[in-house]
């Protein structure tokens, strides 16, 4: 499935090596919900007790397709 379109936002910019398709790339994640008043509720993250960052390969459809598409350019260290 491929998107038609993605917003990102760059909280922290990164200082190492760009994703590229095929690289594997570990990745910490953020599950929010829209409400209807345009506020965002929390409802999972990598960060939550038991939870861990997971690893994929960048770009060749291994987990959501906006995660999938939002790694690709990300840099190492970066936080979006």
Same mark, same amino acid.
Do not use: Y
């Given at each position: 499935?491929?998107?038609?379109?993605?917003?990102?936002?760059?909280? #922290?910019?990164?200082?190492?090596?760009? =994703?590229?398709?095929?690289?594997?790339?570990?990745?910490?994640?953020? @599950? +929010? $919900?829209?409400?209807?008043?345009?506020?965002?509720? #929390?409802?999972?993250?990598?960060?939550? =007790?038991?939870?861990?960052?997971?690893?994929?390969?960048?770009?060749? @459809? +291994? $987990?959501?397709?906006?995660?999938?598409?939002?790694?690709?350019?990300?840099?190492?260290?970066? =936080?979006?």
């Amino acid at each position: 499935m491929s998107l038609t379109k993605l917003k990102k936002e760059t909280l #922290k910019e990164g200082t190492g090596r760009v =994703a590229e398709k095929g690289n594997t790339v570990t990745c910490h994640a953020l @599950g +929010q $919900v829209l409400n209807a008043d345009g506020s965002l509720s #929390k409802f999972w993250s990598t960060k939550d =007790a038991g939870q861990q960052p997971f690893t994929f390969q960048a770009g060749c @459809g +291994q $987990v959501i397709a906006g995660w999938d598409q939002g790694a690709l350019g990300m840099k190492e260290g970066e =936080a979006a």
